[in-house]
């Protein structure tokens, strides 16, 4: 018995351990992050000119990696990529600032400006910044001149000894129709007045995919070498959480292999390259994604890049490994996806089936537990189809986890009821060993041999429990579908805390407490539930023990109270169902022992 509850103090103890860790640790860590971004950005509103990389008053993307073609490697730099920029008074300005064609899709808005044909300019109208619904739309990528440019670029670069004027910033391209809109090809050329025209034919799906193929007709009266290419940059440090359960940052898959940066990682080594056959590199934020995508069967060189200047510039490219042959008369299409939207799981898991993208599921970051995560999303996805609600889809979700392991469960009850119902003559066995620990122990082991009981049974309930929590607090911190989903009354978001607070009285008292003392409705119901489980469990025979575990319901319910209200709903659910069952299992024995439940 003392070696069970050792073991379950263990493990409340590790728990209570990460939550310090999260209480005074990371959250400070994260306030910090935030005072330093609102500094610099106040900073750059104050004086324009810290938004330029160089004197000049351009902004350019980090060169490019070398091709691994040998003696036909891709240039370092690519020529004429520096982009004239004047800090716009706002991103609307910066718009304002070239002709631009509208996009018009079904899930995404925006334009693309035809001086430099950057993607650089798209909302996400589905997706609002907070819960109200007048609040603005995500914009996800902004065009230089803006505060903040993201962008997405592809183009071609000549190999050497193969010179040929290439597109660049200052290129107007002309459009074959007035807008880009869904299944509706757009083609934008661009002659380089030496017989070889550049096109660009761009297509977006119903959702967040581009289509962005890279023609070259050659007249130039000899073979050209070029080597395309596609980069997504990033101009400025976003604010990140900083959350260590959840990565921000460079995102990709290449070889098959998971490759994540986080912005300080890079920041700290400039530059990651590796070879690969496909695979795609990209951003990513905690729901938003951009992603370059090349041809799958095409050997290319993917990286991650840092610049820091006046502003810094973080990069995510490719480059083909060799560079496509185009003789004199001929041409050559090269084809590319970009996805930049919303990380919708069965949406990425439809494009990574249709376009055959390595591992595209992987921009979900699903974390260690892979394989327990995403079952339990598509468990509760599932639930959520057929009930509507994602609250009540989690708690059927509990009644089937409790459904599952049923046969487990019950054996340990029933160790724990008999132990309970043994208390008094341990009790007695207390008394007549007095200060021998050892033959008290000895004469525990014996009874519980003679009963049939098995102390360690009792952990093995929580054991199991402890990755299936783990893995719902990952679902409902990273999945977006979990995003500002409603339960019931004041629960209006499942993936955030819940926002009520007696310490205020429930709004009622107009100050703000300290983070450690927010403690709302739902954890609180958490806590009387964990208590009155307590209850029912036998009391340890260590007095010491026994106070711990008297308060282990407060510190619990103040450690949950800081997690998604999703999770604090499962755990309450789940201890209500053990009550019960705890409770039908107590009476079943004391019937069959002739004694009666307490």
């Not at 090809?185 to 289509?211: A, C, H, Q, T």
């Not at 327990?372 to 999303?377: A, D, M």
Request: hydrophobic residues 40%.
């Amino acid at each position: 018995m003392s070696d069970n509850k050792n073991m379950l103090i263990a493990i409340l103890l590790a728990a209570l351990i990460m939550g310090a860790w999260q209480y005074f640790y990371e959250w400070p860590r994260q306030q910090e992050r935030a005072r330093l971004a609102a500094q610099q950005a106040q900073s750059e509103s104050k004086d324009p000119a810290a938004a330029t990389t160089n004197s000049t008053g351009n902004e350019q993307p980090v060169a490019l990696p070398q091709g691994a073609g040998g003696n036909d490697a891709a240039p370092a730099a690519i020529p004429g990529t520096a982009t004239p920029e004047t800090l716009a008074a706002s991103r609307e300005a910066a718009l304002a600032a070239t002709p631009r064609l509208p996009i018009r899709g079904q899930r995404l808005k925006g334009s693309l400006p035809l001086k430099g044909l950057r993607i650089d300019d798209l909302i996400l109208p589905d997706y609002r910044e907070t819960q109200d619904p007048d609040s603005p739309p995500i914009k996800l990528l902004s065009p230089s001149g803006s505060a903040k440019p993201y962008y997405a670029q592809f183009g071609w670069t000549a190999a050497p000894g193969s010179p040929v004027r290439v597109p660049g910033p200052d290129s107007v391209w002309t459009p074959d129709r007035p807008a880009l809109e869904t299944g509706q090809p757009l083609i934008l050329s661009w002659d380089n007045g030496e017989g070889v025209v550049f096109k660009r034919i761009i297509e977006l799906d119903e959702n967040y995919m581009f289509s962005v193929s890279l023609r070259v007709e050659n007249n130039s009266g000899k073979e050209i070498r070029l080597f395309p290419y596609g980069l997504v940059a990033r101009h400025g440090k976003p604010k990140v959480l900083g959350y260590y359960i959840l990565h921000e940052g460079m995102l990709g898959v290449l070889n098959e292999e998971l490759q994540e940066e986080t912005y300080d990682d890079l920041a700290e080594a400039g530059a990651i390259t590796k070879t690969s056959t496909g695979g795609w590199v990209g951003i990513t934020d905690k729901y938003w994604l951009t992603a370059l995508i090349p041809d799958q069967k095409r050997p290319i060189a993917g990286s991650f890049k840092y610049r820091k200047g006046q502003r810094e510039i973080y990069q995510a490219d490719f480059i083909a490994g060799k560079p496509d042959v185009i003789a004199d008369g001929g041409n050559l299409v090269t084809r590319n996806l970009f996805f930049a939207g919303a990380k919708e799981v069965k949406l990425l898991d439809r494009y990574n089936e249709k376009y055959g993208i390595q591992r595209f599921d992987l921009a979900i970051d699903w974390g260690y537990f892979y394989f327990l995560t995403r079952p339990i999303f598509f468990a509760i996805d599932f639930l959520y189809g057929i009930i509507g609600n994602f609250g009540l889809a989690i708690i059927a979700f509990t009644f089937f986890v409790k459904l599952l392991f049923l046969p487990l469960a019950h054996k340990s009850y029933v160790s724990m009821s008999k132990m309970k119902m043994l208390q008094p003559k341990i009790a007695e066995l207390r008394e007549r060993c007095g200060d021998d620990r050892q033959k008290l122990n000895q004469e525990m082991m014996e009874l519980y041999k003679r009963e049939k009981v098995n102390p360690v049974s009792g952990c093995l309930p929580i054991l199991l429990q402890i990755p299936v929590f783990f893995s719902l607090y990952k679902v409902l911190f990273v999945t977006i579908e979990m995003r500002h989903a409603p339960f019931f009354g004041w629960i209006h978001d499942l993936s955030a805390p819940d926002p009520t607070n007696i310490f205020t009285l429930f709004g009622l008292i107009p100050w703000t407490p300290p983070s450690f003392l927010h403690l709302g409705i739902l954890p609180l119901i958490m806590g009387i539930t964990m208590y009155l489980q307590q209850k029912l469990n036998p009391q340890p025979a260590d007095p010491v023990q026994a106070k711990i575990m008297t308060f282990m319901p407060i510190m619990f319910t103040f450690l949950l109270a800081g997690f998604p209200a999703g999770l604090v709903l499962y755990w309450t659910t789940n201890n209500v169902l053990t009550i019960i069952q705890q409770w039908f299992i107590m009476k079943r024995v004391a019937a069959t022992h002739g004694a009666t439940p307490k």
